[in-house]
Structures are given as structure tokens and as C-alpha cells.
């Protein structure tokens, strides 16, 4: 619609998570003319999304407005919208808002739509096993483990109780370790003086990994440290057991069956299926095969980060999908394209590894730079520290401070809310109730 | 299940609001087993909703866990349910939960449901004007406020864009009061910046009543001051106009259309449909009429408080629907049952008014006791005072202080979210849609 007023060259990006966002913030002097384009019209601190699921944070804490983000930044506009197709040759994206697709121009493309969870073709678990990506989810996963409590203090003892008050989390990744050791402490700390005829103490969580090590991202020594601490707590961690089955009653672990009625999923994530229909090279996941230069293969003008693609790292590994990698290739792509650099001028990508961690609970985490291993009280504070700070906004940042300084002192949690549809959670589906009649 | 355990009456209360949670507390030392019976698994400080609803607060900031609050009353369990029937002559009470309903006896029944949006039997108005009685109303407003101004920034000029950056308020009740000022302040101090095709500060709010003044509990002289301090912000106030029709449009005000693409409806309230199924007399607007121990007529043992009851006050005029009475009601009956009176031993129940306040934004508000009035910068800190004072638990207070701070300092909102369906608020319905086709 502006495309006429003046030649500074179109810059399209797709999503406003970790790369989106830092690719649009990294283009603020660059004489171009970005839209952003997000389904939702906030930012998402991904790492932190488990604490809104054990009832931590509020969303609110963890998510800041684009708009709020970008709105010192003249030479970006902020688009609320799914973009529903891209097409290469005419470059143009097509973006859907509650009406209308609109056809948008592009002069340079960053798709940065990042990841969805994979069931890995057993789709039929989804209903079952909720993933944790986007606030509805951490709100729905937050609603049925208040509940199953709920529905436990209703129900006599028995097969039935047992199976409410055990909870299943599937993955061992940073994602799995965090819930099952944030659901054990809930159990133990926060909801036990709170009911009549349970023990909300004795709530067991079962942590399922499929490898033989927790956290195949970090060193075998974070694995067997994050483990022990998680045991410590009370945790019960199955290493190499694989799921063949998930359904109301729990889960199917090979002959074994783990009667369960919450399941979470953190055992895996593919990029969006844009990706597919692309018309590029993308592997199992669905991720773009990208250059070493980010840019999609025939089409030097556009860029796929986070994510949404993969990219071999010097150790000839795929690069890891965490918010680094996703920050410092968008940062990356907005420089060749401020420099409005030639494919043939484009120095390749290069992820600098400042290291990973993962936290188990109160004073309990691992972390690993390439030098240094630190567990427990330590590590937990370097993890502190370093959420805190990248926590996008002032004002969020005070909010969660004072949460997670209220919620140490206090053992409580603040965002202890049932909402939305409250009771239906642990209906079993209708068929297994018509067997039971 | 635990009936025989002792010889302690057995008293059930229905809802863990304002009145139903005071009546608990008032009953932790008497010899009785309490069982409070809500639907959610928190208590809501109703007052404060529309701020939520403005993305001023977080839904954990106005909530608190019930067992959490009732946690160190042994006498007191808590379960969540919906009360489906009671059987005033058997003395139980039937309550569902996610799979079955059982039949709780009492001795004692106190009846505090509370109110929901009532739209005067024109039920096919509630899909277009949304009602704030729940967190999950308050999501959706802010959900459909948001989108409608995402909505704009995509539009082009016309009357489409007006209708979109149209706001309806109808009902100049507090509520009404409060949520037109907010929304005010949302478009001119929030948004502004924030948006490139639109100015925020030009979205038309617009307050409707069909009565000839605002806050019609209140003095004249508040009513009118409300008004000129909505107006100075911007706000237009419409009185004595009768909503005739509500669509995706707009209202209908007799001959006169307004195109508001958003409709906020706080025009009034009902009591929830459970209290025409007692079998007892009720009003208009389904409130039993309670005996002067708010009792019900033949039951000595069964009370209904709060916003589920008519009662009338010393003047004569039915007692207003508002939080006090709520929680002096709960404590009288919690303190007729834990002395076991007889009928006549009762003395009436009274109702100590310490006044009445609205805001309507930033250092604006009405506020007045039977003696004193006030209004603008005073009563707004009047305002302040009360509501902090009152938000049940510590932490919920400081969270709420410090948000109300960081926004005064600088005009932001902190939880400006739209989650769940997120584009389809402003969708058209079909009809109208295959028409334009």
C-alpha cells in the first residue's frame, strides 16, 4: 500500500519470536522498510513458558507486545496475521488476517516462523499428551494438572486416585527436565497443606526419555547431574524406555503400562508446515535446508532462521534449536541485508556457543560453557541471572523478579488459576464410559 | 464420607465469592465441618475484573486459590463442582463434578452464587455484547479490544475503520463507568505510538444509559461529576437512550444506528438460573426473596446471600448488589449458624453502608460516604486505598501495587495479550458476508 512512496527496499519477516524479532530490531538503521508479520500480537519468552504451565508466572510476565517492541523503530510496521503461503518467483508472501489474503510485496524475505510439537506421525497422542509451545498451551497443561488434584481429592482410594495423581512427561530435553522437577515441587511444596483426603505429596511424576541420558544437548556429566537431582526431589526418571502408545488412561511403554491421566509431550518439535510448501529441500522435521549463508538455495533474497531451518554447525552437527542460534542468525540475515550483500559476498554463519543449562527446580539446575560445569545452587544462579536478563522489557522483568523472590521466600505459587472450560479436562472419552456402563 | 467421623453439623456452602468466602471464614471456630463448593478453583475480586479486561492487570492478580485461602481452616474442604439441584426437604445438595453427581447431605446450607450478565431476554444479543463476570469474559474483551485496533491498522479509511475504532459501553453502572474511562485511556495513553496507519487516540468510545444519569446508586452530584470527567477524557456519554437491537454492526438506539464493531455490556445482572429451580419466591431478576435473617421462607436452615438474594434495607429500597453486602451478609448467617439460633432468636440482618466509588481513569474516580463526597484526584486515591486493602492476599496486593505504579509512571499496560481463537473475533458473521459477495 506504501510500496510507491519511496524506493527503500521491502523487508518481509514472518514471526516475531526470538530470530523474527532480532532480525527486525537489528534492521532499525538500515534504509529498508520492514513488516512483521505474527499470528499473535506478543513476543514469547519461550524458556520460560514451563513456569506459566506450573502456575509460576502469568503469561502477561512473559510476554511483551510486538507493536510495544517496535514502536520507537520508524522504519517497522507490525502486521497481525497467519501467513498462509509464499510464493518464491512472483515474490510475494500471502498473509491472512480474520478476513481477506493480502499479497505482500517483498524485496528480501526472513521466514522465522519457528517450531510447532511433533507427535512424529501419532497424531492421535495429541489429545492426550499436550505439548508446550504457545501460552494456550501452558494455560491448558496449568488447567488439567490443578485438576487432576481436584478430582483426586474427590475420588476414593484406589486405582482410579493413583492414576490422577501421576503424571507423565514424556522427553528428557531441557523442556521435560524442567516441567517434571516444577510439577514435583508443586506436589511438594505449594499444594500440600491444601487439601482434606489426599496427599498432594505423594503425586508421582515420571520422567520417560527414550536415549540413555536426560539432556543429549549438554555434556554426559550435566546429564548424570540433572538426573541425581532430579531423583533428589523425587522424580522418577525411566531412561531408554520408548512410548508406543498414549491414550486417556496413560501411557504404553513398550509391554509396560504407565496409568497416568496427565501426560505432557516435550519429546520433540518440526518446523510450521509453510516450510513443506515452500518447495525446497527440508529434512524430517520440515526444516529448510538452508546455505551456510541462511538463505534458501536458488533464492539468495530470502532467509530462513531459527528454528525453521537447519544448518550444520562447525562440528559438523545440526545447530541446536534454542533462542541463541535463533537471535544470532537474525541478527546475521539482517546484516547481509542492511550491507545488501551478494550471495557471493556473504561470509558463512557462524553460531557462537556461550553454552547451555537447564534448571531442575529451587536451587537445583545444571549449566555448561565450553570451559566451565557448574550444578546445583550455583548453576541454578547462573540461570537466574541469565533469564532475567534476557527477558525482553523492564517492566517484565521486575514482575518476574518479584515472583520468583515471593514464590522462594513463600514456597507458593502465584498464578494458581483454573480457567477455561474447568471441568472437562479428565472426562474420559465416551466411548470407554459407555464400555464402563 | 466422613458424616459418622463426629457429631459436628454439617454446613455447605455454594460459592466462593465475596459472601460465601466470608461466611466461611466466619465459621472457623465453630463446631461445625464446613464444605464450600465452587465451580472454579479461585476467588475472584470482582472489582478490579475490568482491569484485566483493559490489559492493565494479570487474571492472577485478582485471584486467589480458594484452598489456598481456606488452607490452615481445618474445619473447612473445599471442592470443586457445579451445583446442579437441592433438595430443600432431603437437605442435600447435588453437585457435579467431571463425571458424576453426588448428593451431599447438610444441616446448614448457605446459598451464595452470586450474579451473571443478564440481557433482559434478549439472549441473542450476548454473542456481540460481551458481559465481565468471569476471568474468561475478561479475556475475551481484552482478546476482542486489541484485535478490533489490529484489525483497524489493516483497514482502509472508511466506515469499516470507524466501526472498528468504534467502542460501545452500555450501561452507565460502575462497571459501565469503569470500563469506558479504561478503554479510553487505553486508546489515547497506551496505543498511540504504536500503530502506523492509525491514531489510537481517534477510536471513539461511547457510554450508553437509558436512564437520565450515570451511577444511579450514587448521589446526583457523583453521577454528574462522573460524566464531566468521562467526557474530559474523551469519552461520550449517552443518556436516556434505549438500546433496541445488538449485532456484528453495531447497536440500535430507536432510529439511530451506531456502528461499533466492539460491544461491552454491563447493563445488568441476574441471578444464576439455579435459585428458580429452589421452588422458593423470586424476583424479577431470579434474586430470592430472603426473610430478614436471609433466610428462605420455610427454611430456616438454608440461607441465600449476595447477589443471589433480595433483600430490602432500611430505606425501604432493595439492598444494592455490591461487595459489602455480599461479606456482612456472609458474616451474619456464619455467625447465626455457629450460635445455632433459632428463627426467633434472629435479629435482622443490617447493612452497614460505608459508601460507594467509582473510577473512571487516572486520577479520576467518584466516591462518597454519607457524610462526605469527593471527586477527581482524592476520591481516586480513596479509590486506591479500598481496593488494595481489600484484594485478598498478600502477594496478590504488592503484584497489583506494583503494576498500578509501573503504569502510572508510564501510561503502559502490562498485560496487553490477545490469546486464545486470536483472529477470529472481528470475523463477520456468514450471512452478511455472502450478501457483500
Given at each position: 500500500m506504501?510500496?510507491?512512496?519511496n524506493?527503500?527496499?521491502r ?5 516475531g ?5 532480532a532480525a527486525?530490531k537489528?534492521?532499525a538503521?538500515?534504509?529498508v522498510d520492514?513488516?512483521?508479520i505474527?499470528?499473535t500480537?506478543?513476543h ?10 506450573m502456575a509460576?508466572l502469568?503469561?502477561?510476565d512473559i510476554?511483551?507486545?510486538?507493536r510495544?517492541?517496535?514502536?520507537h523503530?520508524?522504519n ?9 503461503g509464499v ?6 508472501v500471502h498473509a ?7 499479497a505482500l510485496p517483498?524485496?528480501?524475505l526472513?521466514?522465522a ?11 492421535a ?5 499436550i505439548?508446550l509451545k ?5 494455560i491448558?497443561?496449568?488447567r ?7 478430582a ?7 486405582a482410579?486416585?493413583?492414576g490422577l495423581?501421576?503424571?507423565a512427561?514424556?522427553?528428557g ?15 511438594h ?12 505429596d ?19 556429566a550435566?546429564?548424570?547431574a540433572?538426573r541425581a537431582q ?14 508406543t ?6 501411557v ?11 501426560v505432557?509431550?516435550s519429546?520433540?518439535?518440526e518446523?510450521v508446515p509453510?516450510?513443506?510448501e515452500?518447495g525446497?529441500e527440508?529434512?524430517?522435521g520440515?526444516?529448510?535446508?538452508v ?5 534458501v538455495?536458488?533464492?539468495?533474497e530470502?532467509f530462513?532462521v531459527?528454528d ?5 554447525g562447525?562440528d ?9 542460534v ?5 541478527e546475521?540475515v539482517?546484516r ?6 551478494l550471495?557471493?559476498?556473504r561470509?558463512?554463519?557462524r553460531?557462537?556457543?556461550?553454552g547451555?543449562?537447564?534448571t531442575?527446580g ?12 557448574l550444578?546445583g545452587?550455583?548453576?541454578w544462579?547462573?540461570?537466574?541471572l541469565?533469564?532475567v536478563w534476557?527477558?525482553?522489557g523492564?517492566r517484565?522483568?521486575?514482575?518476574v ?6 514464590q ?10 483454573i ?7 479428565h472426562?474420559r472419552?465416551?466411548a470407554?464410559?459407555?464400555?464402563a456402563?
Amino acid at each position: 500500500m506504501s510500496s510507491e512512496r519511496n524506493a527503500n527496499r521491502r523487508v518481509i519477516i514472518v514471526g516475531g519470536g526470538f530470530a523474527g524479532l532480532a532480525a527486525a530490531k537489528a534492521l532499525a538503521d538500515a534504509p529498508v522498510d520492514v513488516t512483521l508479520i505474527d499470528r499473535t500480537n506478543h513476543h514469547l519468552f519461550q524458556p520460560l513458558l514451563y513456569q506459566v504451565a506450573m502456575a509460576g508466572l502469568s503469561p502477561a510476565d512473559i510476554a511483551a507486545p510486538i507493536r510495544k517492541v517496535l514502536r520507537h523503530q520508524k522504519n517497522a510496521s507490525v502486521l497481525l496475521g497467519e501467513v498462509v503461503g509464499v510464493d518464491l518467483e512472483q515474490r510475494r508472501v500471502h498473509a491472512r488476517d480474520d478476513r481477506t489474503v493480502h499479497a505482500l510485496p517483498y524485496d528480501h524475505l526472513v521466514l522465522a516462523m519457528g517450531a510447532r510439537t511433533s507427535y512424529f506421525g501419532n497424531d492421535a497422542w495429541r489429545e492426550h499428551a499436550i505439548g508446550l509451545k504457545t501460552i494456550d498451551d501452558a494455560i491448558e497443561i496449568r488447567r488439567r494438572v490443578l485438576v487432576a488434584f481436584e478430582a483426586a481429592e474427590r475420588e476414593p482410594e484406589g486405582a482410579e486416585r493413583d492414576g490422577l495423581l501421576t503424571f507423565a512427561v514424556i522427553g528428557g530435553g531441557p523442556t521435560g527436565v524442567e516441567l517434571a522437577g516444577a510439577l514435583r515441587e508443586l506436589a511438594h511444596f505449594v499444594l500440600r497443606r491444601d487439601f482434606r483426603r489426599i496427599d498432594s505429596d505423594h503425586a508421582r511424576v515420571v520422567l520417560i526419555e527414550g536415549d540413555d541420558r536426560l539432556l543429549q544437548g549438554m555434556d554426559p556429566a550435566s546429564s548424570d547431574a540433572a538426573r541425581a537431582q532430579l531423583e533428589d526431589l523425587g522424580v522418577e526418571v525411566r531412561l531408554g524406555d520408548m512410548v508406543t502408545g498414549v491414550d486417556a488412561e496413560g501411557v504404553q511403554l513398550g509391554d509396560d503400562h504407565l496409568r497416568a491421566r496427565t501426560v505432557l509431550w516435550s519429546a520433540g518439535v518440526e518446523a510450521v508446515p509453510l516450510t513443506r510448501e515452500l518447495g525446497v529441500e527440508v529434512d524430517r522435521g520440515g526444516r529448510v535446508k538452508v546455505k551456510p549463508d541462511c538463505s534458501v538455495p536458488g533464492h539468495p533474497e530470502v532467509f530462513v532462521v531459527g528454528d525453521a531451518a537447519t544448518l550444520e554447525g562447525a562440528d559438523g552437527r545440526p545447530l541446536p534449536g534454542v533462542s541463541p542460534v535463533a537471535m544470532q542468525q537474525g541478527e546475521y540475515v539482517a546484516r547481509l541485508i542492511a550491507e545488501h550483500r551478494l550471495p557471493e559476498q556473504r561470509a558463512p554463519f557462524r553460531y557462537h556457543d556461550k553454552g547451555q543449562m537447564a534448571t531442575v527446580g529451587r536451587r537445583r539446575a545444571v549449566a555448561e560453557t565450553r570451559r566451565v560445569r557448574l550444578k546445583g545452587f550455583l548453576a541454578w544462579m547462573a540461570w537466574l541471572l541469565v533469564h532475567v536478563w534476557y527477558l525482553i522489557g523492564f517492566r517484565n522483568r521486575v514482575a518476574v523478579l518479584l515472583n520468583w523472590t515471593w514464590q522462594y521466600a513463600t514456597y507458593q505459587r502465584g498464578a494458581r488459576l483454573i480457567t477455561g472450560d474447568r471441568l472437562g479436562a479428565h472426562r474420559r472419552p465416551k466411548a470407554a464410559d459407555e464400555e464402563a456402563g
